[in-house]
């Protein structure tokens, strides 16, 4: 029989529960056995969900206190040593969350006092963000958290059949960096090596029958050394207890799916969403012996499941492996909202073309009943359901609209140019802004207080007007501009009071996009998004953000920069159509942006930042793939961006992402001015941009907002100054990593007291001084 199995459920629950007991856990007002308390719940509801939706074997091993990469880190004793203190044997709740936020003291604990916290980057090409581990060239390994033992533990006294899961070896080695010194991670193997067999060991002795091995850079282009240290790695874990699915997702195994065909382990799970051209390939190659998941339901997306067209896959895959076939979604369901019965507001056409995590649970089970039990109850009816589903969404008209495709096949080649290049700008731009060297700036938002959360939820409650909404928001713009003055920064921002998201703010004012109330995807930490959905063609029909703007601008003389999201940050921020390319949809939000930035300029408006946070994150998986990515990915920038005369100044930033490999295209991008994330990397990633001589100007984050540890003016200046050993101080702007939102003013202001004084000693001849 066909076996339906899952490989990862949301954490945070149906109404962020996780989210807001971490939350009162950092401010004192739950103790840790009620953190503990939540936690415990939610695992047992998200186990008891996935079983009632039909899951065979569910996992364990996914829940996280903050990030399953970091949960990792301290089973295996991987903890910096800024973090030990006190001579612990083993690593607490407060060490993790210290590793992950920043040492700041809760409960009255010091733990780690003034430590940084550890770097954060982007999941393989998701909008989640996992923190990375640090490896030193004498590391050592010891188990040093028992979470995942107590959790199966969970897991059976509550009768479930269960699967742990594990991130395999080289892939948590591959996410790690070296750190003190210049080594090869792959050093470490042969002493990491000994701790999976301890894990699996302990997993036999609590009856556990399948391990699910998490290894998903077996989808990239691996060095040669990395695939050699598949086979020595999987062939002394062959001798350890259980067995073994190795997980594979996100892409195709491609060059890489002999090696991992012949592994010594159990079973392979394979991205049938992603690359489903592999599936013919891998039946000729797999051994008899193994089971094949195959991941035919979208676990990053949240449209239905054409359960007729998976179902072709599996019956064939059902005649050729029999009981060794297992059926899953592509990855887990981490990047997927919890439950569509949550959504009572969305119209019955609409809610019927999408599924969150349960409901994909739903159509793994429906899949495998499909060929275990055809004339199973609820299987025929499913099927014609989805049949249904699949007509209704091709025939509607909230998809095609003539005048978007008109326009867009209209585009030329000059609409995506600048009228003259950088260096000609610049020099317009710099009369006419008259900033000072080392001019300071914020990336955009400020605080969102309790006061400004009610008054929106007032508003969309119908409890207050538009117009004294309005007035609740201008009183929060009037307030950020003063507190900004008082600073001393040289280039304002209007705070963002209005948006609730970066891209949902700017969604709900395109044509195109529906939304939903609960389609909460975890980010990092306790921050969740909620994607907009798109639907059909996207097209702006008014303004957007002038009428904010041009009314902080009205409140000082100093230069108020205008805040959009880009185009390519819209689209992987979004849950994407299925129908249409990605290229298609992003050059439709570049028309719309584009016609914001050229109003905002008409507006008086003489410097627009255009995010494009996740453009990096965008980036094939495959080198191969890079360049139609890129091409189309700068060209949608660009398109945005060239409406406008060469004294606006365009600004974009970018956050927690490496640039070396695409650094090319992001000088092609042309704007004058980029802000990215270098604290938590010490300025690492600066690198890149000297390297290459990136040509225009760049602002280095000189502090991270993930954490609220407020750092020093020192530090601050220490970081510009290695700033300028890289890039000439002429060119370089001084700003936080990140926009403002998730902290406090308190914080807010004392870091940036301290970042413009920074800038002030700069300018008084401390760059000279590196």
Request: net charge negative; aromatic share 8%; charged share 25%.
């Amino acid at each position: 029989m066909a076996l339906a199995h899952n490989l990862g459920f949301p954490r945070i629950g149906r109404d962020r529960e996780l989210k807001k007991a971490q939350e009162a856990f950092w401010k004192g007002e739950l103790d840790e056995a009620g953190l503990r308390a939540v936690g415990k719940h939610l695992r047992a509801t998200h186990w008891q969900a996935q079983k009632d939706a039909g899951i065979d074997l569910l996992p364990v091993g996914d829940f996280a206190w903050y990030d399953q990469v970091l949960t990792h880190s301290l089973t295996f004793g991987v903890v910096p040593e800024r973090f030990r203190h006190g001579g612990e044997a083993k690593p607490t709740l407060q060490t993790l969350f210290a590793m992950a936020r920043g040492a700041v003291g809760s409960h009255g604990d010091s733990c780690c006092d003034g430590a940084h916290a550890q770097e954060m980057t982007k999941w393989f090409d998701t909008n989640y963000h996992y923190l990375v581990p640090e490896f030193t060239a004498d590391q050592r390994f010891a188990l040093s958290w028992d979470q995942l033992f107590e959790e199966v533990d969970e897991a059976r006294a509550l009768g479930h059949t269960v699967k742990p899961v594990v991130i395999g070896p080289l892939t948590y080695l591959w996410l790690g960096k070296a750190k003190g010194g210049d080594f090869d991670k792959l050093d470490l193997l042969e002493r990491l090596l000994p701790l999976y067999g301890q894990i699996f060991q302990r997993l036999a002795a609590q009856s556990v029958e399948w391990v699910q091995i998490d290894e998903p850079i077996l989808v990239l282009d691996l060095p040669q050394d990395w695939k050699n240290a598949f086979e020595r790695a999987y062939n002394l874990l062959q001798s350890e207890p259980l067995k073994k699915l190795v997980a594979t997702y996100f892409g195709g195994l491609e060059d890489n799916l002999s090696l991992a065909a012949s592994l010594p382990v159990d079973g392979l799970h394979l991205d049938l969403v992603r690359a489903p051209d592999q599936y013919p390939s891998i039946l000729d190659r797999l051994p008899t012996y193994k089971i094949v998941s195959l991941g035919l339901v979208n676990g990053r997306n949240v449209w239905r499941c054409d359960l007729e067209k998976a179902l072709d896959v599996v019956r064939h895959a059902h005649e050729r492996l029999g009981e060794r076939l297992w059926v899953a979604p592509s990855c887990s369901l981490l990047h997927s909202p919890v439950d569509l019965e949550r959504e009572v507001q969305l119209d019955a056409e609409l809610k019927s073309w999408l599924a969150f995590a349960v409901q994909k649970c739903a159509e793994v089970a429906v899949l495998a009943r499909a060929v275990n039990q055809p004339d199973a109850p609820g299987v025929r009816a499913a099927l014609e359901q989805s049949r249904a589903v699949q007509a209704s969404r091709a025939a509607s008209p909230r998809i095609h609209k003539p005048a978007v495709q008109d326009r867009l096949a209209a585009i030329q080649a000059r609409d995506a140019q600048r009228q003259s290049a950088f260096a000609q700008r610049i020099a317009k731009q710099r009369a006419g802004l008259n900033l000072p060297a080392f001019p300071t700036t914020t990336t955009g938002s400020f605080p969102q207080t309790p006061s400004i959360r009610l008054a929106r939820q007032s508003f969309k409650q119908g409890k207050l007007s538009a117009a004294e909404y309005t007035e609740a928001m201008q009183s929060e713009i009037r307030h950020a501009v003063q507190i900004q003055e008082q600073l001393g920064l040289d280039v304002l921002v209007h705070g963002e009071a209005e948006r609730n998201d970066m891209v949902e703010y700017f969604a709900e004012q395109l044509d195109g996009y529906v939304f939903t109330r609960f389609g909460w995807v975890q980010s990092y930490g306790s921050r969740c998004v909620k994607p907009a959905v798109i639907v059909g063609d996207l097209s702006r029909p008014k303004a957007m953000t002038v009428e904010w703007i041009t009314y902080a601008q009205s409140l000082t003389r100093k230069v108020m920069k205008g805040m959009l999201t880009g185009p390519v940050t819209m689209l992987m921020w979004s849950f994407p159509r299925e129908d249409v390319s990605r290229e298609v949809q992003a050059r439709q939000l570049a028309l719309a942006i584009r016609d914001e930035v050229v109003d905002l300029e008409a507006a008086g408006i003489k410097l627009v930042q255009i995010d494009e946070a996740a453009f990096r994150e965008g980036l094939p998986l495959r080198r191969s793939a890079w360049g139609h990515y890129l091409d189309w990915a700068t060209e949608a920038f660009r398109l945005c961006a060239s409406g406008v005369r060469d004294e606006t100044q365009i600004h974009t930033h970018m956050c927690y992402s490496e640039f070396n490999d695409v650094i090319e295209s992001i000088a092609a991008m042309d704007a004058d001015v980029i802000t990215i994330e270098t604290s938590r990397s010490d300025m690492e990633l600066l690198e890149a941009f000297e390297r290459f001589e990136y040509p225009n100007e760049i602002g280095p984050g000189v502090y991270d907002i993930h954490s609220p540890r407020v750092p020093g003016k020192d530090e601050m200046v220490n970081l510009l100054r290695k700033a300028a050993r890289r890039i000439p101080a002429e060119r370089l702007w001084v700003n936080p990593d990140c926009g403002l939102k998730t902290r406090a003013w308190p914080e807010t202001e004392a870091a940036l007291v301290n970042m413009v004084a920074a800038a002030r000693e700069l300018r008084s001849g401390g760059a000279a001084n590196a």
